[in-house]
């Protein structure tokens, strides 16, 4: 009996599982163990960032998630959008903090491939209840603010979505500056909202303001006075009385010489009775005609117009300026031609107009045009120059080229002793050129020296000769010339330094060189040691303009084309027209001259038989004229 009792005893013992032993692999899952044979404790490869399979149990109680599928997961780097990832590591999709709203910070991504917005709330967003940046407001968050801080009479403020101020209720309570005038909060006045003027409240004119704080502003209304108290107001007046302000011809007419007056009724008056001179920036002159380009790039040409050289598309003269007829802005006009004229467009073309009887126009015939025609050549151009029967050019790569007559070679001696109706090759580095009568001379870009081509019987080539040459000869004793000019048989150039030197014919003392021999076949220097940035010539008399502005003229005076107001018959040396006047541009005819005065107003003096002088009369002028206005 005692046997069995403790038999049964040991029986109870064995049964009783409050006291276990920690066995892996019984199935029992330890305090110790992470899971036990079959028992997982409810482990998932989901939780480690697999999105398929199941976790088995190892041998040693550790959950093995080698049997979850391992081909994607949070943390391989991609965004499995199906999987409910929004990012991966360092890979956001492109997306910003600004992009969920934030006002910046640096967005992130945590281990469950969501985006964790720590940082970017840090610096903050509307709709967080701070106010940040620009925001006037943010959820209840008002910054102190109230409709009547805000300068409503009343209301209730809210905040919109989008963290700014609802001012609907504010609106409805009203304010200064709405518009409307609330008599009851003391307003006189709301913004343009004024409810009488300044006549009406007993003042003479002005203009009657409303202030910030909806009151009346009377100080305009309080200086404002009247019409004829000599004292310019210039919101409501023209003028008053002699005060005009700072208002001129020039300012208010672009007139160039002249007054306004101004009127009993404070009216400025500027019409030609007062204001009076068009503004040009040019001037050319053919043998008994001239044209002009004015500030506002008009082309207008005045005196005979036999063959079409005013360029308006008909033959008719004109003593005042006429309308060219083109719509081609021009930079350069040309000076001797023979009843025809070229000019250098902004685009790098040259047009001609007028006589072109030895094709001397480049269009590639003989027919005359009456209107700006273009150069037959697509070359672009920088400089012109016009001869009595031929033209020439530089292109932009330093080309010489002539078109015209060419029967003294004129043009070069590569060609035959005829015409060249359109642009021929006359040399290369070149960077300026003159036409003249029956010869050209032109500088070279590389040395400044100047080479002449053509007539020289009377030394206009300046090789120290006075024969004919139908190839490039050397102008003697000249080097670094920045300018060329060419008349009918006289030549002339400026030097680096600014001084004139001239060569050929000298019967009317042409030369400026205060000798009396009839030929000069070397250049020599024009005396008086005038510094000059331009020069004009045609056949027996010269005009420049000095660096100063000062106008000098020389040669031939029997038609006064000297402008001086003498009848000495010539001068061998320089005098200078109306001593005071500076003057920006010179061209000179066979007969008469014209030049352009600083304000921008063409005078012209000399022979008038043809309207050449442009004043609106035949008769001519010992004296600069001004061209009349059309």
């Not at 919101?235 to 306004?260: H, I, M, R, W």
Request: with cysteine; glycine share 14%.
């Amino acid at each position: 009996m005692k046997n069995l009792f403790l038999i049964a005893l040991l029986l109870f013992v064995a049964c009783d599982d409050s006291t276990t032993v920690d066995t892996c692999g019984d199935g029992i899952l330890d305090p110790e163990e992470q899971c036990d044979s079959g028992n997982i404790n409810g482990a998932r490869c989901i939780d480690e960032g697999f999105y398929s399979g199941t976790p088995t149990c190892s041998s040693d109680c550790t959950v093995d998630y080698s049997t979850c599928d391992q081909s994607i997961s949070c943390g391989d780097g991609l965004i499995q959008v199906v999987h409910m990832e929004q990012c991966d590591g360092n890979n956001l999709n492109n997306e910003t903090c600004e992009d969920h709203g934030y006002y910046g910070g640096t967005l992130s991504c945590d281990n469950r491939c969501k985006f964790d917005f720590t940082n970017c709330a840090a610096i903050g967003r509307c709709g967080d209840d701070e106010i940040q940046g620009t925001e006037d407001c943010d959820g209840t968050n008002f910054d102190g603010q109230s409709c009547t801080s805000l300068g409503y009479y009343g209301g209730d403020l809210s905040c919109t979505d989008e963290c700014t101020f609802d001012l609907a209720s504010c609106a409805s309570a009203g304010s200064c500056g709405d518009g409307d005038i609330q008599t009851e909060h003391n307003e006189e006045c709301d913004g343009t909202n004024l409810g009488t003027t300044c006549e009406l409240m007993g003042y003479h004119g002005g203009n009657l303001s409303c202030r910030n704080d909806c009151t009346y502003d009377l100080s305009s209304c309080e200086s404002y006075g009247m019409c004829g108290d000599g004292i310019y107001n210039t919101d409501f007046e023209g003028c008053d009385g002699t005060d005009l302000g700072d208002q001129t011809c020039l300012s208010v007419a672009n007139k160039a010489y002249g007054e306004p007056l101004c009127n009993t009724a404070c009216v400025l008056l500027t019409s030609q009775d007062y204001c009076y001179g068009k503004r040009y920036q040019m001037v050319g002159a053919t043998g008994f005609s001239g044209c002009g380009v004015d500030t506002e790039d008009n082309l207008f040409c005045w005196g005979y117009n036999d063959v079409g050289q005013l360029g308006n598309g008909d033959n008719i003269s004109s003593t005042i300026p006429v309308h060219g007829d083109t719509s081609v802005v021009f930079t350069k006009l040309t000076n001797g031609g023979n009843k025809f004229t070229c000019a250098l467009s902004t685009g790098g073309a040259i047009y001609c107009w007028g006589n072109n009887s030895d094709g001397q126009l480049g269009v590639d015939d003989a027919a005359n045009r009456s209107s700006p025609t273009v150069v037959a050549d697509s070359t672009l151009y920088k400089e012109v120059s016009a001869g009595h029967s031929h033209a020439c050019g530089i292109t932009i790569n330093n080309v010489a080229k002539c078109w015209g007559s060419n029967t003294q070679f004129q043009i070069y001696s590569t060609f035959p002793s005829t015409d060249r109706l359109t642009p021929s090759v006359s040399g290369t580095d070149y960077r300026k050129i003159a036409a003249g009568g029956y010869h050209t001379c032109a500088v070279r870009s590389d040395t400044g020296v100047v080479h002449c081509w053509g007539a020289g019987s009377e030394g206009q080539l300046g090789d120290g000769q006075s024969i004919s040459n139908s190839d490039h000869v050397t102008a003697s004793g000249l080097t670094e010339v920045s300018e060329i000019y060419a008349g009918l048989s006289i030549s002339c150039a400026i030097d680096s330094g600014n001084y004139a030197w001239c060569w050929g014919s000298n019967q009317y003392g042409q030369i400026g060189n205060g000798g009396s021999s009839n030929t000069y076949n070397s250049p020599v220097q024009v005396t008086g040691n005038h510094q000059f940035v331009k020069l004009s010539l045609h056949s027996t008399h010269v005009c420049g303009i000095d660096t100063a502005g000062g106008l000098w003229c020389w040669g031939n005076n029997g038609a006064d084309q000297l402008g001086l107001g003498t009848v000495a018959p010539s001068h061998n040396e320089p005098q200078q027209v109306s001593p005071g006047t500076i003057f920006t541009d010179v061209a000179v005819g066979p007969f008469h001259t014209c030049a352009v005065e600083e304000s921008g107003g063409i005078w012209c003096w000399g022979s008038d038989s043809t309207g050449q002088l442009g004043n609106g009369t035949d008769g001519d002028s010992a004296i600069p004229d001004l061209i009349t206005d059309i």
